[in-house]
């Protein structure tokens, strides 16, 4: 079974920073992408960023220019570097991986718990 571990949630002010983590651990053949999304209170669940095993990454035009994802692909690890937060990025990160667990089966999405960012003003 795989898990999805979030670390580096908390509480900042406006202009400030954090760093999410997520590591993936389990019955894992590969992975061939990670990123985060994130849900708002009353928001729908928005994409972040995303990285692929190979480095290719993309970002939502929110956060393009202040957020930045990479990753580690011999920890199975992936961050999100957050710069300049603003009061309208407060919201619940979820993690998640695109994950083959055997060589029958296929590439699936499994979860983060989440970790809450919240910004003030």
């Known amino acids: 079974q795989v898990q999805l571990v979030e670390s580096g949630g908390g509480l900042v002010q406006a202009g400030g920073s954090l760093r999410l983590s997520c590591a993936a651990s389990g019955s894992i053949i590969s992975i061939n992408a990670m990123g985060w999304y994130r849900q708002a209170p009353g928001k729908q669940r928005e994409l972040v960023a995303t990285i692929t095993k190979d480095g290719i990454t993309k970002h939502a035009d929110s956060v393009r220019g202040r957020f930045t994802v990479s990753g580690d692909n011999a920890k199975n690890t992936a961050y999100l570097q957050m710069n300049s937060l603003k009061p309208e990025d407060t919201a619940v990160y979820y993690c998640?991986?695109?994950?083959?667990?055997?060589?029958?089966?296929?590439?699936?999405?499994?979860w983060g718990q989440g970790t809450q960012v919240t910004v003030s003003s």
């Open positions: 998640y991986a695109d994950v083959r667990t055997g060589p029958l089966s296929s590439h699936r999405p499994y």
